[in-house]
């Protein structure tokens, strides 16, 4: 007897698809959730970063500004 062959629209064949794009779709689903895991790792670091650099800003405003003042309050004497 002759082989019979898949039809694209038989329910096995859908199957076969099916499987092979939710494999694919699982994959993909793996690689955008590393890409945002990376990504706000990423930004977090960054953040961090920042965050000391301005706490290093601040520190020495205070201390420029406490410098001015103590230089405006001798220039009174004068």
Known sequence: MLAR??????SKAQGVAGAAS???AANHDVAVSEFVA?????ARK????????LKKLET???ALEAEM????GFSQWD
């Open 38 to 42: 990376r990504f706000g790792e990423a």
């Open 5 to 10: 062959k898949e039809e694209v629209g038989s």
């Open 22 to 24: 939710s494999a694919a």
């Open 69 to 72: 003042s103590r230089a405006s």
């Open 46 to 53: 960054r953040l961090d970063r920042m965050n000391e650099k």
């Open 60 to 62: 020495q405003m205070e």
